[in-house]
């Protein structure tokens, strides 16, 4: 069972290297616990699951929300290949996971990856708030 920080890395990029293998980007991740046990482990399958949510931080951070409770989440950590991007960063933060310990930086990637990132869309508002503000408020 690995324990070592840098062996929980190495998984990650073995499953980042299984991902390209089946031809999907290559981008891998795990979920271990305090004592160093792998729980959870997922790889990208953007392109064979014709889902462009699929990367493996997002569903690892949906499993833990879902099947840990908030202290054991609290304790875990995700292991994973390639420094998470904006969307799996928000749902990281949302899934109540204690750490995240990356390989690859946004930076590094970027220099391996030619022409990378993505359109900044344009987003319009605020509007409406006197009619938007009902279904929202009191819920908090
Ligand atoms: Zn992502």
Not at 32 to 42: K, L, N, Q, S
Request: aromatic share 6%.
């Amino acid at each position: 069972m690995p324990s070592h920080p840098h062996d929980l890395l190495r998984r990650a990029i073995a499953l980042a290297a299984e991902a390209r293998a089946a031809g999907d980007p290559p981008f891998g991740s795990l979920l271990a616990g305090p004592d160093g046990a792998v729980i959870a482990e997922e790889r990208n399958t953007t392109v064979t699951g014709a889902d462009i949510s699929a990367h493996p931080e997002l569903k690892l951070a949906r499993w833990a929300a879902r099947e840990l409770d908030p202290a054991t989440a609290a304790a875990t950590t995700m292991y994973t290949s390639c420094q998470p991007c904006q969307m799996c960063t928000g749902a990281i933060a949302r899934s109540g996971l204690g750490r995240v310990v990356y390989a690859l930086s946004d930076e590094q990637l970027a220099g391996l990856k030619p022409g990378g990132g993505w359109p900044d869309v344009p987003q319009e508002g605020p509007a409406l708030y006197a009619e938007a503000r009902v279904p929202v408020e009191g819920y908090y």
